[in-house]
């Protein structure tokens, strides 16, 4: 593309890409994006958003093309990457004195940006001329030009900030040695031309010498947070940090002087920023900080905590002074080790003097006071929210929103303040708590918001109050008749009591008060309650059933009214996160009550498939349906396949690759189906048939492996035959394709799969995993060196070669052709391997099971088994160590593996169909039902009578003495 050429079709393109309509729209876009890989493109763009004549938009939308552009084939190994020559071309052009002259802010903002971009790849070996421009074009005394190079220079700086590797710090590093101490004197010539021009009412130079002051302060933010290892060895930085405190009061106190609403808001801008780089200061670089902590909290205190702020702070100027005050009181640095004595860093010791004497006493006192009377109190656009939208006052400020709201702000800071002065702040409370007044008039609502301060912080330092507050005595003595009050006005007090007494659940409160406790919690959440109330009320509930001292017995009385009331309150809420929280408590009540909560179900059961229905746009109440779905089958047990016809096609779309929103929901999808398939007594079709979706899954991501697996499993033992003849190629294929990709723990996962395969199928399950199994004994013969997996491999072989010799002795044939070997060296080999590596095998069970299967062989006539006699015999002998016992009666040794008709285990209400599948299955297992002392006994006598009493001698003697005697000792 010639650019000279091009520039009329593309600025006619452009122009039709910013149409409203569709018709004239798409074309245009997908032109545009053609020419995105042609030569020449960018250097058009360049052209037309550098004319100042062409429409606002068009430029705006070619900055758009030319920055996305960067992002894709800026860099020389990217495909279609711009060529060397236009790149430098681009960048020459870029630095054109008329592209700082830009008149509409929109499009100066995107080139400052389009140049960071740039210059985070390029410079400063590929454009080297760049900070040199623009800092010969702050000298500029043209103000509009000043202040785009401004802008361009702090996009710059923001950008080549961001870059971590070291070669980049480093350079970024010079780079503000160099330029630091310019840009601060311009700074604070800026801010003190801002003050002075206020005296003059000149609002244009007010206007434009807070925007450059605003615009330095964020670059010498950048370099002072990134740009320096030790700030405090660098004196232009001491002195930065000095001046950003005197500027943080200028700006606080000039507020009576500003009139026009455009200077209060940059005065709040500029003030803000102030804090913000003493709380990156003090973040990054602590240590530098230590000189700045007493006059930091100084600032925070005269302005938050007297009346010293009165008119003069905003919402945002406490929240970050809170956040600096919350760093410096937690900060590890400023720590000492054990005590001050024992600490040798003088910083440490400077640090923790300075914060030692400034929170005094007194200090300490007032800041507490302050806090429960003047920031923990609901405002009137708290009560406001609470009318209009109970679910919103409910579900707002979650997250890190510490960081940017005054509620969680304090609240952070008032528990930082509680860990670190506990034994002054502690009284405090105590006393704020005392002096609550019994009986509060429900028309004071002054009274009322006091009253819900002091228990907001009782509740926010329970733990630290645990000695202090008899906190069932005060339940039961107080919060109890506060609770049965019932004017409007007590809402606040009800809701408060309510989220008090969960805060204090798990530091203490009395099992014998839980009765008294459900029943208030039940009336609260009766329709006829205050939401907000109802929500606090659920939620204290699940703090409650959540506890380690919950009871299910004193519960049981309450379940039916419980579960009753949550599901009108499930149906009564609208939002989705609200609806999200009460499931939540439903499925802690039904998992906690298990079987008990069958008979009260049924409405929860026919309501959750029309939530389903409606949730559609919402993925995360979906999630959580699916997860309380998952409780509802644990709790209803086998009787939960009345629900299938709900519950599979609910699985199966979850679980459908080809559907978006298995993203969102296949995690939650497979824990239900796999609970499914443990509550279920048969196999259906339409259990079936959602197995087709494992295999996509499976190949998807292997981040559910463990789920998926035990899905598989569960089909296997539910299903049997049945299911492997319907899916033999996929799950022959599917644990073939899943090995090759896994490291050793998922290797285990897989071959505890295949083992139960073998258990279910003692016959089938070999061809089954005959790939795999090629996969196995080539890994067993080449070392495998991880035990673990080596011994499930070992298990694995000897499932198919006790359980399916003809199997085995075809499939070792098979794989010595494949493998150009013959068959006796590869049962050698193995067998030695088996010897050597007997000890990787830890579980007795799979210990015995390698011990049958080697025993079994004894009787064959072939010489590779012959050669490892006395291996197999030794390995048998370890084995019986393992799982035998010596009867104190008649001194004869028992296989303790082997169960007997009245050592099984009667079922009870809890146990999953699963489980039954399992234990049946474990006592039809050769390892459970069959003697190894006797086994071997019967083989050894079958080898004298095959080998002849010579020759049998003759590989007795190739065992070792020691053996053969523990062997005789087992054989009495």
Known sequence: MNPADAVPLVLETLT??????????????????????????????????????????????????FKNGVDRYWRKNAPNAICEEEKCTLRKSLLCPDNFREPMTQVATQLAVLVAKIARLDCPRNWPDLVPTLLEGVKCQEEHFQQRILLTLKHVTKALASKRLAPDRKLFEELSANIFNYLMNLWNSFTDSFFQS???????????????????????????????????????????????????????????????????????????????????????????????????????????FTTAGDGLIYERFTVSSFNIMKNIIRSENYKPARSVDETTDPLVIEAYKSKMAFFTRDTLTEICRRLISQYFLLTQQDLELWDSGPEDFVNEDGGDSWKFSLRPCTEVLFLSLVK????????????????????????????????????????????????????????????????????????????????????????????????????????????????????????????????????????????????????????????????????????????????????????????????WDDSADHKLLRCAILSTLTYLVQGLGVDSMNLHGFLLPVIEYSTDVSDEPHVYLAEDALELWLTTLHNSSKMTEHMLKIYKNMAKLLELSTEMLRTSLKIIESYALLGGNQFVELYFEDLSECLRGVLSDLREEGIVLVMKLIEVILKVLPSDGPKVVF?????ILKNVLDGEEYPFVMAMYLTVISRIMFQNPSFFTAFIEYFAQNANLQTGDVLHDLLEIY????????????????????????????PSVLNNFGGIITVCVE?????????????????????????????????????????QLSMLDPVHTLSLKDFLQEKLLQCQNIYGPEIFSQLMGTIDKEIQLQLQAFMK
Not at 34 to 58: D, K, R
Not at 771 to 775: A, E, F, P
């Open 16 to 65: 039709k890409a910013c149409s409203q309509e569709t018709a004239v729209l798409k074309p245009a876009e997908q032109q545009l994006q053609h020419w995105e890989t042609q030569q020449g493109f960018y250097s058009t763009l360049l052209t037309i958003f550098s004319n100042h004549n062409v429409a606002v938009n068009v430029r705006w939308l070619s900055v758009l093309y």
């Open 198 to 304: 206020l005296d003059s009412r000149d609002l244009p130079l007010t206007l434009n010498t807070a925007e450059n002051s605003l615009l330095c302060l964020k670059i010498l933010r950048e370099m002072i947070v990134h740009g320096f290892k030790h700030p405090e060895r660098n004196t232009d930085c001491v002195l930065f940090i000095s001046l950003v405190l005197q500027r943080v009061e200028l700006f606080i106190e000039c507020k009576n002087k500003l009139t026009e609403p455009i200077l209060l808001e940059k005065r709040e801008k500029i003030s803000l920023l102030l804090t913000k780089v003493l709380y990156d200061m003090q973040e990054n670089h602590a240590d530098s900080y230590v000189q700045f902590i007493r006059k930091t909290l100084d600032m925070v205190v005269h302005y938050n």
């Open 420 to 611: 670190e002065f506990r034994e002054i702040i502690t009284p405090v409370l105590v006393t704020s708590i005392q002096e609550i007044p019994r009986n509060t008039n429900p028309d004071d609502l002054t009274s009322i918001l006091r009253k819900d301060s002091i228990y907001y912080a009782a509740g926010l330092a329970s733990f630290d109050l645990f000695d202090e507050v008899d906190f069932d005595q005060w339940f039961t003595e107080q919060l109890l008749d506060e609770l049965k009050v019932t004017h409007s006005n007590y809402r606040i007090i009800h809701r408060r009591v309510t989220w008090l007494i969960g805060q204090w659940i798990g530091v203490k409160f009395s099992p014998n008060q839980r009765p008294t406790l459900y029943q208030a919690l039940l009336a609260l959440l009766q329709s006829q309650q205050d939401l907000v109330v109802r929500l606090e009320a659920s939620s204290t509930l699940k703090s409650a059933i959540d506890d380690m001292e919950f009871s299910t017995e004193q519960f049981l009385p309450y379940l039916e009214t419980t579960y009753s009331l949550l599901y009108q309150l499930l149906k009564d809420v609208q939002e989705c996160e609200t609806k999200m929280h009460i499931l939540n408590v439903l499925s802690f009540v039904i998992e906690r009550v298990g079987c008990h909560i069958r008979p009260y179900v049924t409405s929860l059961v026919q309501y959750l498939p029309l939530l």
């Open 771 to 775: 790939k795999v199994l090629q996969i």
């Open 835 to 862: 010897v050597d590596r007997f000890d990787a095998i830890s579980q007795p069970e799979r210990r015995k099971i390698c011990a049958l299967a080697l025993t079994s062989l004894l009787s064959l006539n072939m």
């Open 879 to 919: 084995c019986l160590h393992d799982v035998t016992n010596s009867n104190d009666e008649t001194g004869e040794y028992q296989d303790v593996l082997v169960l007997h008709e009245e050592a099984k285990i009667e079922s009870d209400d809890m146990e999953t169909e699963h489980t039954k599948r399992k234990r």
